[in-house]
């Protein structure tokens, strides 16, 4: 079983990396905007769900594969009763359809079995602590995936940290970690209050159109003055096209 605790597993960020926590989310906003957000909360096991389809793929293609789930088994019942191979062909879209389908059906049937229901809704009352734990007990749900159900879902003030958000905030200097996780459990001990899905989303559009993982665009980054990575390019201004379609403000 994989445990973290927030205040156990990290130290708190200073005020140092607090003001550059908030300082990239200014700069973040004034390049990209205020991202938005689904208006009312979705249903904790459609956002992990979801959230599990997303994993290797892009937003787009995993949105296709969530809806075609949904369109076929209306109800988390229905999937779970059905054929992995049925849940297989509906996201196929997404790739790796084998290890999602299984992933999925694991989940589906764990969550029956502890809580008695299709529905994660008993966990709302607990705290992020408890959630993670409880989420991450299932397989195939990590850190990455039980922290984004908290944000996007139970609106936690929690940021979630993929590959482009690892990579960025260890380039830009607000921590220093080795893997995503690590660098989750050091960004979310005490992370500024209100801003974490305005950081966690602009990131994530940083890492995709400009701070990639070879070649970045250092010269078109509205963080280049504070960032301390030491292979910048400032004569690289190129950045991709706007890759702003976040698949998890749309289930």
Excluded at 111 to 120: A, D, E, Q, V
Aim: one cysteine or more; aromatic letters at 8%.
């Amino acid at each position: 079983m994989l445990l973290f605790f927030f205040h156990e597993k990290a130290g708190n960020l200073n005020k140092k990396q607090m003001k550059k926590v908030q300082k990239t989310d200014e700069l973040l906003k004034s390049k990209f905007g205020i991202p938005p957000k689904n208006k009312v909360l979705p249903d904790p096991l459609d956002m992990l769900i979801g959230t599990v389809l997303s994993q290797n793929t892009n937003d787009r293609n995993s949105y296709k594969a969530y809806k075609n789930l949904r369109k076929k088994f209306p109800t988390w019942e229905e999937a779970n009763k059905a054929k992995r191979t049925s849940i297989e062909k509906e996201i196929r879209v997404a790739g790796l359809g084998l290890q999602k389908s299984i992933a999925i059906k694991e989940i589906l049937t764990g969550i029956y079995k502890k809580y008695g229901t299709f529905s994660l809704r008993i966990l709302e009352g607990n705290n992020n602590d408890q959630i993670l734990e409880e989420l991450t007990a299932f397989n195939g749900v990590g850190v990455k995936t039980a922290s984004c159900v908290l944000l996007f879902s139970m609106g936690r003030n929690v940021c979630p940290v993929d590959t482009h958000v690892h990579r960025t905030v260890n380039r830009i200097g607000i921590v220093k970690a080795s893997t995503p996780d690590k660098t989750f459990f050091l960004l979310n001990d005490d992370f500024p209050p209100e801003i974490a899905h305005s950081f966690h989303t602009n990131l994530i559009r940083l890492g995709r159109e400009v701070c990639k993982p070879k070649n970045p665009g250092c010269g078109a980054c509205p963080l280049l003055k504070m960032c301390r990575f030491d292979q910048k390019d400032t004569s690289n201004t190129k950045s991709a096209d706007s890759n702003s379609f976040m698949l998890l403000d749309h289930i």
